[in-house]
């Protein structure tokens, strides 16, 4: 009996310690688990890094560092190549006539140009066109002057609405209601925040570089007129006026003076004769003087006509782009798109016309360009693009 109690009391404690033993398997196995299931907290890592060994703290830096490369590979890959390329958007003359006003105030933006020049105007990271006319009202309108132009300040929200940046003012038009309106141009373009060119209170002022920032280079623009009515308008001989270029030397100082103070330097004239597709020897004789001094690109109006397009010393001369916005019709037109990427520039172009005062893309794309290379020096237009021959 005694035997019996004894077996049944070492096979009771064998059974207790079997007991315990699974027991204290079970609680490691649960707290393994548990850890593993657990995604620690941003405080956990804190914690980890401020009170854990040397070791412990070199694996949260590692960590960190991988988040760091995880972060970077998320970007958006089109980043740099991105800040890379800037795009200049050049248009020809612009009046905003009493056609365009009406449209205008009838559709808005939409109904003074189509959505498509629109918006590649408005993503252009500069904008630049011929202001043929000056914002204002009241002034003593013009003698012996064919045609007069003028339009009310409140319409200078087409121009923001377009995304326009910058003016040349250097044209035949501006002062056509005297210099009081000229001065209500002068303000109405500084409250949108628009940039001009070529006229001024003085001759320090009209003959003043303009720069703009973009994507980390400044681009520089110079304008001057060729074509005034009186002398009057000179800024050199009565203030507010033009800057002129009958004689090439200020302007050539002007620009030798700029170049080194940004990295591209446009040069916007007023030049020609009206309606001529063709550039006068002048022309050329002054685009050449200008590059020679240090312009990378020669903007041209005043013709209200398309002129050719000519390479000289590895620049571009455009010598009139033509009326862009008007009045009622425009034959042929064009937008120049400046492409700067990574250091190399390409040009291309963008046929227009206009009807119901509305400008418009030109649809039969080929005629048009076999049409430029025709009135060009030397140039071919493939798929939009300049090369030259």
């Not at 649960?30 to 620690?40: G, M, R």
Request: net charge negative; hydrophobic share 35%; charged share 20%.
């Amino acid at each position: 009996m005694r035997r019996r109690k004894i077996w049944i009391s070492l096979l009771a404690a064998a059974l207790t310690g079997a007991a315990l033993l699974t027991g204290l398997l079970y609680l490691e196995h649960k707290d393994t688990a548990d850890f593993a299931d657990k995604k620690p907290s941003a405080q956990d890592k804190t914690e980890s890094f401020t009170r854990g060994s040397v070791g412990s703290e070199t694996e949260v830096e590692d960590t960190a560092q991988n988040d760091v490369v995880q972060d970077t590979d998320q970007s958006d890959p089109d980043t740099e190549e991105t800040k890379n390329i800037t795009e200049l958007i050049f248009a020809g003359d612009v009046c905003l006539s009493g056609y365009v006003t009406a449209n205008y105030d009838k559709a808005g933006i939409s109904g003074v140009l189509d959505d498509g020049l629109l918006l590649t105007m408005q993503q252009a990271d500069i904008c630049m066109v011929n202001e043929e006319f000056p914002f204002g009202t009241g002034g003593t309108q013009a003698e012996d002057k064919q045609y007069t132009f003028r339009t009310d300040p409140s319409y200078s929200s087409i121009f923001t609405d377009i995304g326009i940046d910058i003016v040349t003012l250097a044209n035949n038009h501006v002062l056509d209601y005297g210099q009081e309106v000229l001065r209500q141009t002068f303000q109405t373009l500084d409250e949108k925040g628009i940039l001009y060119a070529g006229a001024g209170e003085s001759v320090e002022e009209a003959s003043a570089l303009r720069t703009i920032e973009a994507n980390g280079e400044t681009y520089g623009f110079l304008a001057a007129s060729r074509v005034i009515p009186v002398t009057s308008w000179n800024v050199e001989n009565s203030q507010p006026g033009v800057f002129t270029t009958y004689d090439k030397t200020a302007l050539v100082h002007a620009i030798e003076r700029a170049k080194d103070n940004c990295d591209f330097l446009t040069v916007y004239v007023h030049w020609g004769i009206e309606r001529n597709t063709m550039p006068e020897d002048y022309q050329i004789e002054l685009a050449h003087a200008y590059i020679d001094a240090g312009a990378d690109l020669v903007i041209g109006a005043h013709p209200h006509v398309l002129q050719g397009i000519e390479e000289y010393q590895g620049k571009m001369i455009f010598y009139s782009l033509g009326n862009f916005i008007f009045n009622q019709s425009i034959e042929k037109t064009m937008l120049v798109k400046v492409t700067k990427e990574n250091g190399q520039i390409r040009y291309s172009i963008l046929p227009a016309f206009a009807a119901g005062a509305k400008t418009q893309p030109y649809t039969d794309t080929e005629s048009f360009y076999r049409y430029l290379e025709s009135i060009s020096f030397g140039i071919s237009v493939t798929d939009g693009v300049v090369g030259v021959k």
